[in-house]
Every structure is written in C-alpha cells, then in structure tokens.
C-alpha cells in the first residue's frame, strides 16, 4: 500500500509537467496475473545499475522505472537495488532486444609510442569515449515446462502403457495407484518418474505429444508395475502410454530471434480456433529454420490480399501485429511457444516473423 500511494503521488505530480508512458500498454491485468505466476522476464541487478537507468535501457524512458517497482515487492527502497538481485521486467512494444548495449572486447594492438607535443589547441579537440557498458542480458521463467508437449515427423516409442486404476475407474486423478505395463523388460525403472502422453496426427506436418500428466513407478509385481499418478494437466485415461522424463529448464536465457523465418502458427492441445494470453502452441518450423529457445517473435494477423478495383492488381496490405511469443521448445521441423501478449483474437495459420 505504501508503494502504491507513493508512486501514484510520484505520477501525479510528473503529470502536471510531462505525459509520463503507461509502463504496461494495454495489457496491465493480464501482465499483473502473468507476473504473479512468476512466470515472465528476469534481468539480474549489476553493480551500478538503478531502476531509473534500467528504465531507460528496457524502455528509452527513465519515468517507467514506478512500473519496474510495482512488479517488484520485494524492493522496499526504489532507490536501493543491490547487484545479484533478480527483478521482473514487463514486456511492451518499447523493449528491443536488439538495440541491447552490447560490450565488444578492445583488440590490443601494440604499437610504438612517440612523443607528442600537446598545445592549448590539441587539448580542446580531446574527447574522452563513455566507457563501453556490458550486454543487458534477460532471462524468462516458466515454471510450468515439464507439460509443454511438442510435435515430431513421428511418435516417440513409449516406455510402457497404463493398464487401470487400482480402484478401476476410467478417470484417473493425481494420487490415484495404477497398473502399468513395461514395453520392454527394463523400460521401466522404479522409483524414477515418466510422462503420461497422448498422441494425435496433425495433417502435413507430424504427430503431437501432449503432456497429460506424470507418474512415478513404484515397484514390480510379476508381469506389471504398480504406480502413483503425482500430476495431472489434462485427463488421463486407462490405455494412455507413458515415456521417460523429458529433462527441462524453467528458465533460460532470452536470445535474438532469426530475422529471415517465415512462420505460422499450427494448433494448441484443445484445438482452439482463438487463441490469447498465456496460450501453448504449436510452430511449424524448428531447429531446421535456427529457431532456439528463448526467441522472441511477432505474430501478424493472417491478411489475404485483395485486387485493385482499377489496376486489377493484388495488394498487399501492411501487416498487422497481434501478439508476441517466445519460444519453449523445438524439435527439428517445429516449436513449441508461448503467446505472453495478445493485443487481437489469435488463429491457427496466422503468420510469424
């Protein structure tokens, strides 16, 4: 409450000199709820760094830093910031990326050194260079990866196949014991945990994986394994297979996105027709087109072009931005993303550069 009343005071008083920019665009609900999942940007505090400044190199205007506050609450003092810190950046159409500060090492040349007279003259025309300042590196948290499926040319072999419940229902829920058939003899390991899937074919482009939950085999018993359901994303049913656990980070490092892709979006696990804030899905390039994880990319309005009524021409009109996403995961023909703003309704095909 004590941040707030202060930096509304703060604005306020500004206001009657300047227009001070909304730190959260049009989006401050959602970017508030996305924050508070701590799911989002992170740049950790140098020595030297404060928030006005960081304002500016985020934003290109220090009256953001309240913003860069407000996000923050373990910051009591705006004004004391300590290196090592983490804070939780906002993303609006002012963060680039690419014009990031970027330290470039001085290359060494040895060279003899002669004397030089200096003059009145001389010493005027000197210009002392601002010393370099280091690369602004952000990284993004999303604690929810290990349910991010992914779509490859073809399924995954699975480590075994969920024969029931131990009570025999057909809907199955965390906690629940079930029966577990291994597809090989040593597939299945106890004590170690495993995905449960489901797979679905995706015309022209391969075969989903979508992370239904996870398990963790508990011990063998002639010819099936007993198991405990830890999680569940989306229901899990008697016959769905399982497979060995896919290792993921939750953070990692925000990289520069390949500026020659020609993309489109493909589906989501439900199959939605719209897609908005805080959505996974599905990319239909990947490793192939030098996509990484951590890329950040615009998403466009699908715009079909029309012929002039004179000229009897096709014209392309200027594309329209409707969101942003970043990258999760990628297999060789395609990637997993994350929509973190949408400003329009979203669709399956809608193009991304």
Same mark, same amino acid.
């Given at each position: 409450?004590?941040?707030?009343?202060?930096?509304?005071?703060?604005?306020?008083?500004?206001?009657?000199?300047?227009?001070?920019?909304?730190?959260?665009?049009?989006?401050?609900?959602?970017?508030?709820?996305?924050?508070?999942?701590?799911?989002?940007?992170?740049?950790?505090?140098?020595?030297?760094?404060?928030?006005?400044?960081?304002?500016?190199?985020?934003?290109?205007?220090?009256?953001?830093?309240?913003?860069?506050?407000?996000?923050?609450?373990?910051?009591?003092?705006?004004?004391?910031?300590?290196? #090592?810190?983490? @804070? $939780?950046?906002?993303?609006?159409?002012? *963060?680039?990326? =690419? %014009?990031?500060?970027? &330290?470039? !090492?001085?290359?060494?040349?040895?060279?003899?050194?002669?004397?030089?007279?200096?003059?009145?003259?001389?010493?005027?025309?000197?210009?002392?260079?601002?010393?370099?300042?280091?690369?602004?590196?952000?990284?993004?948290?999303?604690?929810?990866?290990?349910?991010?499926?992914?779509?490859?040319?073809?399924?995954?072999?699975?480590? #075994?196949?969920? @024969? $029931?419940?131990?009570?025999?229902?057909? *809907?199955?829920? =965390? %906690?629940?014991?079930? &029966?577990? !058939?291994?597809?090989?003899?040593?597939?299945?390991?106890?004590?170690?945990?495993?995905?449960?899937?489901?797979?679905?074919?995706?015309?022209?482009?391969?075969?989903?994986?979508?992370?239904?939950?996870?398990?963790?085999?508990?011990?063998?018993?002639?010819?099936?394994?007993?198991?405990?359901?830890?999680?569940?994303?989306?229901?899990?049913?008697?016959?769905?297979?399982?497979?060995?656990?896919?290792?993921?980070?939750?953070?990692?490092?925000?990289?520069?996105?390949?500026?020659?892709?020609?993309?489109?979006?493909?589906?989501?696990?439900?199959?939605?027709?719209?897609?908005?804030?805080?959505?996974?899905?599905?990319?239909?390039?990947?490793?192939?087109?030098?996509?990484?994880?951590?890329?950040?990319?615009?998403?466009?309005?699908?715009?079909?072009?029309?012929?002039?009524?004179?000229?009897?021409?096709?014209?392309?009109?200027?594309?329209?931005?409707?969101?942003?996403?970043?990258?999760?995961?990628?297999?060789?023909?395609?990637?997993?993303?994350?929509?973190?703003?949408?400003?329009?309704?979203?669709?399956?095909?809608?193009?991304?550069?």
């Amino acid at each position: 409450m004590q941040k707030t009343l202060y930096t509304l005071t703060l604005v306020l008083l500004i206001s009657c000199f300047i227009t001070l920019p909304n730190a959260f665009g049009d989006n401050t609900g959602t970017l508030k709820s996305f924050f508070n999942n701590k799911t989002g940007f992170y740049y950790t505090v140098q020595k030297g760094d404060t928030l006005w400044d960081l304002s500016q190199k985020f934003y290109s205007s220090e009256w953001d830093w309240p913003g860069l506050w407000e996000l923050n609450d373990k910051i009591k003092n705006p004004h004391l910031i300590y290196p #090592g810190e983490r @804070l $939780r950046v906002f993303f609006k159409g002012g *963060l680039s990326l =690419e %014009n990031r500060p970027i &330290y470039v !090492e001085p290359v060494k040349e040895e060279s003899v050194v002669k004397p030089v007279e200096i003059t009145v003259e001389k010493i005027e025309k000197i210009v002392v260079p601002e010393p370099e300042k280091p690369e602004i590196k952000l990284t993004f948290f999303y604690p929810y990866i290990d349910r991010v499926g992914f779509i490859k040319r073809n399924a995954v072999s699975p480590a #075994g196949k969920i @024969l $029931r419940s131990k009570g025999n229902a057909d *809907l199955i829920s =965390e %906690n629940d014991i079930v &029966y577990i !058939e291994a597809a090989e003899t040593d597939s299945l390991i106890p004590g170690k945990q495993y995905q449960v899937y489901e797979t679905t074919k995706i015309p022209h482009k391969g075969i989903r994986h979508s992370i239904k939950g996870i398990v963790q085999i508990k011990e063998y018993k002639n010819e099936y394994f007993t198991a405990k359901i830890i999680e569940t994303y989306i229901d899990i049913n008697p016959g769905d297979p399982i497979v060995t656990f896919i290792e993921r980070d939750k953070e990692f490092e925000v990289k520069k996105n390949n500026d020659l892709i020609n993309a489109k979006l493909v589906c989501n696990d439900e199959d939605d027709s719209i897609y908005g804030d805080n959505q996974i899905v599905y990319m239909d390039i990947g490793e192939n087109n030098n996509i990484e994880i951590g890329q950040i990319y615009t998403i466009y309005k699908n715009l079909d072009q029309k012929k002039a009524f004179f000229s009897k021409k096709a014209i392309a009109f200027e594309p329209i931005e409707t969101g942003k996403l970043i990258v999760l995961h990628t297999e060789d023909i395609s990637s997993t993303i994350l929509i973190f703003t949408a400003n329009q309704e979203i669709h399956p095909r809608d193009p991304v550069h």
